[in-house]
């Protein structure tokens, strides 16, 4: 998978990707919008090209009170992530290349009061997928939204997944409509957040298409 030119469906208006990324940032500007005065912090695993993220704050009003680390693996996205920040004057954001699988990545930053696991949950394994959410214990603050997306062809995970971060503490705050190909989801996190250690392995990035052969 060319992960780069992936990122043109984007620009297609009306493309199942640019519906997914307005949902997305629908979620990431409610999430800043409601956040408590003062700095914040937000993280993104597997960031791309930093769209759900950057293209809010690029307009947001707590754009100033927010530092954000993305991380991405692919040196053309990070390139261009770091692009939009620049060009959008986002001095907060930081944008990491590496392997977002990786703890050591995000210690020191979280917990966040908003994380984003977007364009991830849909290139795992399903054990892989609950892994994941358990780690969103250790990387979202109490009070912090985690906002998420998972395809829904068959079988359809969307309501497991929303049953995972429910028994860990995560208050539903929205979910797209079933018929929308894409899931959007939001959650509060209402527990304590437990500690990240540092040279964890939280997920095995294996691509959608490599999954569905096998």
Known sequence: MDWHSWHDAYDSPGSVLARRLALVQAQVRRALDEAPPGPLTAVSLCAGQGRDLIGVLARHPRRADVRARLVELDERNVEAARGAARAAGLAGVEVVAGDAALTDHYVGLVPADLVLVCGTLGNVTDTDV????????????????????????????????CAWLEERGFERLAVSD?????????????????????????????????????
């Open 130 to 161: 609950e892994r994941i959410l358990d780690y969103c214990t250790r990387l979202c603050r109490t009070g912090g939204t985690l906002v998420w997306t998972r395809n829904r062809k068959a079988p359809d995970l969307v309501p497991q997944v």
């Open 178 to 214: 079933p018929s929308v190909r894409q899931a959007v989801g939001a959650h509060r996190f209402t527990g304590d957040p437990r500690p990240l250690v540092a040279g964890e392995r939280m997920f095995r990035f294996v691509g959608y298409d490599r999954l569905r052969r096998a």
